[in-house]
């Protein structure tokens, strides 16, 4: 692997290798206002949610790796300590790109991006109404991580209050991960979308606990075929199947397999895991396990 000293490296090279690196990064599309009330719209990736009760997020304007100066961002929550954070959809993207340019303070971000203001609820800055969902934040505090090009300033808020746009709900009135059509950034002029064809779902073992990689038996972790992947699913079942449901989805499922290969165990054991593979993707857990325990049964 190569390895890399990050300090040594130097900042731009550094800043690309961070960002190649880490992702795909969420979007705050943040908008400010300073003490005049002039607004100010910017895009950050340096961003998530930190807390649920109370309902936190942060997000980093780094000051400029060319100058050291500060963002207009940044210079504006330490004046008018409020933001709202818009989340950016694939239809808003090119606006929220265009927003990004290194415009002065004095130029509104909404009118150059063609995009619409539209008044908070309990903070003076305005809402991006294109946005499916803002969220009207205090800032409780901003913390200065250096002060050379290209060190962060984390701006940490307290949501006050959420907006979602309707058309992004579900019938329970929660947000639809396959409607919400999201963006984020990678590395580069790199973003992605999450879409339905780049989403995927895995069951989070909240309540249930899996028997792990050191209760498989030796065979199937050694499996030519199966991937780190697959044995990380078969690791989530809870129990073994008992040798009779083994033998019994042994007479009823695999029955063929075992007669046409029953004089030649290596291939046998081969179209076994990967018929397992097969079971595994169509998350049939229990049937991929009883066709890998058959082997030896």
Same mark, same amino acid.
């Given at each position: 692997?190569?390895?890399?000293? !990050? ?6 090279k ?5 960002? $190649?690196?880490? =992702?795909?990064?969420? #979007? @705050? ?21 930190f ?41 808003m ?5 265009l ?11 909404f009118?150059?991006?063609?995009l ?18 803002? !969220? ?10 250096g002060?050379? $090009?290209?060190? =962060?300033?984390?701006? #940490? @808020? ?8 309707e058309?992004i ?16 950034r ?6 992605c979308r ?24 030796q ?23 008992d040798?009779?449901?083994?033998n019994d ?45 058959s082997?030896?049964?």
């Amino acid at each position: 692997m190569l390895t890399i000293d !990050l300090i040594e490296m130097g900042l731009p090279k550094a800043h690309h290798y961070l960002l $190649g690196a880490v =992702g795909p990064r969420p #979007i @705050c599309f943040a908008s400010t206002m300073d003490e005049n009330g002039t607004p100010n719209l910017a895009p950050f990736s340096f961003f998530n949610v930190f807390s649920s009760n109370p309902p936190v997020a942060v997000f980093s304007p780094s000051r400029s790796g060319r100058t050291g100066a500060h963002k207009d961002t940044y210079n504006n929550v330490k004046k008018v300590d409020e933001v709202v954070i818009n989340l950016v959809d694939y239809s808003m993207v090119e606006q929220m790109s265009l927003a990004s340019s290194p415009y002065a303070p004095e130029v509104d971000e909404f009118i150059k991006s063609g995009l619409t203001p539209i008044p908070s609820e309990t903070i003076k800055p305005y809402r991006v109404k294109e946005s499916p969902v803002q !969220l009207e934040c205090k800032v409780i505090e901003v913390k200065e991580l250096g002060e050379n $090009g290209g060190a =962060g300033n984390l701006i #940490i @808020c307290k949501i006050l209050k959420m907006h979602v746009a309707e058309h992004i709900l579900d019938d329970k009135q929660m947000i639809d991960q396959e409607k919400i059509d999201l963006v984020a950034r990678m590395g580069g002029d790199w973003y992605c979308r999450t879409d339905k064809n780049s989403m995927f779902e895995i069951k989070k073992p909240i309540t249930t606990k899996g028997i792990g990689f050191d209760q498989m038996p030796q065979e199937v972790l050694d499996s030519p075929i199966l991937t780190g992947n697959d044995l990380g699913k078969l690791g989530g079942i809870e129990s073994l199947p008992d040798e009779t449901a083994v033998n019994d989805f042994k007479l009823v499922e695999l029955s063929d397999l075992f007669i046409a290969l029953e004089d030649d165990a290596k291939s046998l054991e081969i179209e076994l895991h990967k018929k397992a593979k097969t079971f595994l993707n169509d998350n049939n857990l229990d049937a991929a396990w009883k066709t890998l325990l058959s082997f030896n049964n």
